[in-house]
């Protein structure tokens, strides 16, 4: 099983790509690590750990960053609503011996040193900690195989005309990712909008045992956001790509990120073969809806 580490900010889509790293035969997820994005840092630490304990799993969670380094935050709670997991409501009471007590930056350190073999980092969330972590700790970045992230577009935005939301969150921080020499998959929105699911698909999933139904609740309220035919579940394609590889076509870029100004957050995508970015370009959307299903049907 290859080793990952989840740096995320549930939300909607986090909850989906946390639940199929999960249950995948391919993944071992290592540690979870929180940032505040969709909604607060408080919130998305404790979304973190109600989905653990609703799936019976025992990941240790470390709660990373609130804030962005430099700009003010900015959340989705639009999209992925106050709570960030939309109206569902976890029954039980949050199984708080699973965090850690450690601060996401030293527990990241420590989970990527004492690994047996280098780790996937796999950023679904503004990449403050991550950006953090490098600046703090430098030496982890050997002990990286990749990094498979979800942010960015070779081509337009989300929260703004030309910025994604991940990326416009702190985009200093995620400057200063994009420009390490660490391999970067840029699962951005070229790819999360194309690969976007059904109304039906998630009807299909409802049906399906108590966690197709938790899945199938929340995309139902964040589907308000998107069409009912293409409903992005963004994060998600990052599992995907790391499970199913071959239902994406990548092409190398190296990717500047703007900062300041009326383009801050934009990732400028420069198509090259020496670039340490493999942005996915192009996916079997088709497979990726039954991947879907099957995924939460199937647990
Ligand atoms: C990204 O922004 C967040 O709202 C989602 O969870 C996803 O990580 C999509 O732009
Ligand atoms: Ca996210």
């Known amino acids: ?80 609503g106050d709570s960030g997991v939309g109206n569902y409501q976890f029954e039980k009471e949050p199984n708080t011996s699973l965090l850690l007590k450690g601060n996401a930056i030293v527990e990241l350190r420590k989970a990527i040193m004492s690994a047996e073999e280098p780790v996937t980092l796999v950023p679904i969330g503004p990449l403050t900690n991550i950006a953090l972590l490098f600046k703090t700790f430098p030496e982890t970045k050997e002990n ?38 660490i391999n970067i998959v840029m699962c951005g929105l070229d790819v999360t909008r194309l690969t976007g699911v059904a109304a039906d698909d998630v009807e299909k999933v409802k049906t399906q045992g ?6 199938a609740h929340m995309i139902q309220f964040y589907e308000r956001a998107y069409s009912k035919y293409s409903i992005a579940i963004h994060d998600l394609c990052t599992i995907l790509y790391l499970t199913r590889p071959e239902l994406f076509k990548t092409k190398r ?34 497979a990726f809806r039954k991947a879907f299903t099957s995924i939460f049907a199937g647990i």
């Open 144 to 181: 990286i195989k990749e990094i498979v992230l979800m942010g960015g577009a070779a081509e337009g935005g989300n929260a703004t005309p030309v910025a994604e939301f991940n990326i416009y969150a702190d985009p200093h921080a995620a400057k200063i990712v994009f420009d390490t020499s």
């Open 1 to 80: 099983k290859r080793p990952i580490i989840i740096d995320t900010d549930p939300g909607i889509d986090d909850v989906a790509a946390i639940t199929a790293a999960l249950f995948s035969d391919k993944l071992d997820v290592k540690l979870i690590t929180t940032v505040g994005g969709n909604v607060g840092i408080d919130n998305t630490t404790k979304n973190a750990l109600d989905l653990l304990t609703f799936l019976e799993k025992d990941i240790p969670v470390a709660k990373g960053c609130g804030e962005p380094l430099i700009n003010k935050i900015k959340t989705a709670s639009q999209v992925h």
């Open 210 to 215: 108590k966690i197709g139904e938790m899945i």
């Open 253 to 286: 870029a190296n990717v500047n990120v703007v900062t300041e100004g009326e383009a801050s957050g934009c990732t400028v995508t420069h198509f090259t073969e020496e670039g340490n970015v493999h942005v996915c370009i192009d996916a079997d959307v088709e």
